[in-house]
C-alpha cells in the first residue's frame, strides 16, 4: 500500500470506528500482508512521520491515541492511576514522569514501557485494592488519591513531601470511605492527615 492509502485506512477507522491504536496482527488480517513483510512496511511509514509506533507491536495515526487507550490496548485489564491520574483530574500541581497503571496480571516481558506518552509502568496489586473502573481506564478521584498515598508509603515516601495536593476537599466523602475500607490502616491514617480530618 501507498503511504496515503495507508493513512486514509488508519483514518477512516479512527472516525467511523473509533479506533486510534491497531497491533500489527489486525493490519496484517485488514490488509492481507504477511506479518514479517508489514513489519518492515510499518518501519519504513514510522520513518516518515506517516504513522506512529507507540509501543512494540503497536501503530497509529500520530497524535490520535491517548494514554488511556494505549494502556488498554497493552493490557486491557489494566487502568491508570497515581499522581498521573491526580494530575489528570486537577488534585496535584506536578505533571508526572511517568503513567502509572494498576492491574491484576503479571507482566512478563517488561513492566515499564517507554511510549510517546512517557514510560507506563504496570503494577500487579492485591485483589482487594485492583478495581477497574466501570468506564474508561482512569482511575476516579478518590481511588487515584488512596492508590497514590499506597504506592508512595510502599516505597517509604511520604506524599505530601511528593507533590502539591489541591481541591481535595472536592473528593467524595462517601466514596472515599468506601474505596479505604480495601487499604492497610497506614492508608487510611496517612489519608486522613492529608485531608485534614
Same mark, same amino acid.
Given at each position: 500500500m501507498k503511504t496515503s492509502d495507508w493513512m486514509k485506512f488508519l483514518d477512516f477507522q479512527n472516525r467511523r470506528h473509533g479506533k486510534a491504536l491497531f497491533r500489527v496482527a489486525e493490519l496484517a488480517n485488514a490488509t492481507g500482508h504477511a506479518p514479517?513483510?508489514? %513489519?518492515?512496511e510499518l518501519g519504513r511509514l514510522a520513518s516518515k512521520g506517516a504513522i506512529a509506533r507507540y509501543a512494540t507491536g503497536v501503530y497509529g495515526l500520530p497524535g490520535r491515541a491517548t494514554p488511556e487507550e494505549l494502556v488498554t490496548v497493552l493490557d486491557n485489564g489494566a487502568y491508570i492511576t497515581g499522581a498521573y491520574a491526580l494530575n489528570r483530574q486537577n488534585l496535584i500541581t506536578q505533571a508526572s514522569s511517568e503513567i502509572v497503571c494498576f492491574t491484576n496480571r503479571r507482566h512478563n516481558r517488561s513492566r515499564a514501557r517507554t511510549t510517546p506518552f512517557g514510560k507506563i509502568v504496570f503494577v500487579r496489586v492485591a485483589s482487594n485494592i485492583y478495581r477497574k473502573p466501570a468506564e474508561g481506564a482512569l482511575a476516579p478521584p478518590e481511588q487515584a488519591f488512596c492508590d497514590f498515598v499506597r504506592l508512595t508509603q510502599r516505597q517509604g515516601l511520604d506524599p505530601s513531601t511528593i507533590v502539591t495536593f489541591r481541591g481535595l476537599n472536592t473528593l467524595s466523602k462517601s466514596?472515599?470511605?468506601?474505596?479505604?475500607?480495601?487499604?492497610?490502616?497506614?492508608?487510611?491514617?496517612?489519608? %486522613?492527615q492529608l485531608l485534614g480530618i
Open positions: 514479517h513483510a508489514l %513489519n518492515v466514596r472515599l470511605s468506601a474505596v479505604l475500607k480495601r487499604y492497610p490502616l497506614t492508608v487510611l491514617r496517612k489519608a %486522613n
